[in-house]
């Protein structure tokens, strides 16, 4: 089946450590997104990448980097930089055929708690 | 700058009865817009979405939509609620990427809460 897959579901950090979240598509989408989301504030975006080797800054990508090697995967890091990275995050993916807006598949979240 | 409001944080329905969830859009552009449902502690997943054409959009799960440009509103709507239903809601407004893809912009979200 194809679909975004997310890992790990649940992820523990200290202050001041910085940690990767994974995220993989079989779909052969060639643009990946990551949102963040907060209680009462729904989704915001980070990161997106429209094709391999590039990516761009979404709205709130202070203390965040990303990389896009392969057009399967899309990771984040979370770095001791983001001021308050405790929040559910969410990756999702999308075709660009014919230039058109298509709908986002969404993976299943990865849920960061900072100790 | 696109945006979006859904004015109930929180919407209690019984069982059987109907249901509205009001979102209200800002755009400058072309409107797309979007109806995602979140169960707890999962991803996001597509109700329904307007591009074009008939303003009365059907989705999956019995829920629909109606596109109102003059009142710039998208509100989702179920005639019978069912327990499963019980979930979050969000209502988002798309515009292209230069170079392709598309960013989303949500709502602050509304909890559907079905009581039997």
């Known amino acids: 089946d194809g679909g975004i897959t997310q890992s790990p579901k649940y992820l523990f950090r200290k202050e001041g450590q910085n940690v990767t979240l994974s995220c993989e598509q079989n779909?052969?989408?060639?643009?990946m997104y990551w949102y963040r989301q907060d209680p009462g504030q729904g989704l915001r975006l980070i990161y997106y990448?429209?094709?391999?080797?590039?990516?761009q800054k979404g709205d709130i990508a202070e203390g965040y980097s990303v990389s896009r090697e392969k057009k399967e995967s899309f990771p984040l890091t979370v770095t001791s930089a983001q001021k308050n990275p405790t929040a559910f995050y969410l990756c999702?993916?999308?075709?660009?055929?014919?230039?058109?807006?298509?709908?986002?598949?969404f993976g299943p979240g990865t849920r960061l708690t900072v100790l | 700058a696109q945006s979006v409001t859904q004015l109930d944080s929180q919407v209690p329905v019984f069982e059987e009865a109907p249901v509205e969830l009001r979102c209200n859009y800002s755009?400058?552009?072309?409107?797309?817009l979007f109806w995602y449902v979140q169960y707890p502690n999962q991803g996001l997943q597509l109700l329904l979405k307007?591009?074009?054409?008939?303003?009365l959009v059907k989705g999956i799960n019995g829920f629909e939509a109606e596109f109102n440009k003059s009142q710039t509103s998208f509100h989702l709507r179920k005639p019978s609620v069912h327990i499963s239903d019980t979930a979050e809601y969000f209502c988002?407004?798309?515009?292209?990427?230069?170079?392709?893809?598309?960013?989303?912009?949500f709502g602050t979200g509304t909890q559907l809460k079905v009581e039997l």
């Open positions: 999702a993916s999308s075709t660009k055929r014919g230039g058109l807006i298509h709908e986002q598949f």
């Open positions: 779909l052969n989408h060639d643009a």
């Open positions: 990448s429209q094709i391999v080797n590039d990516f």
């Open positions: 755009s400058s552009v072309s409107v797309y």
């Open positions: 307007y591009l074009s054409g008939s303003t």
């Open positions: 988002a407004v798309s515009s292209l990427l230069t170079g392709g893809g598309n960013k989303l912009t």
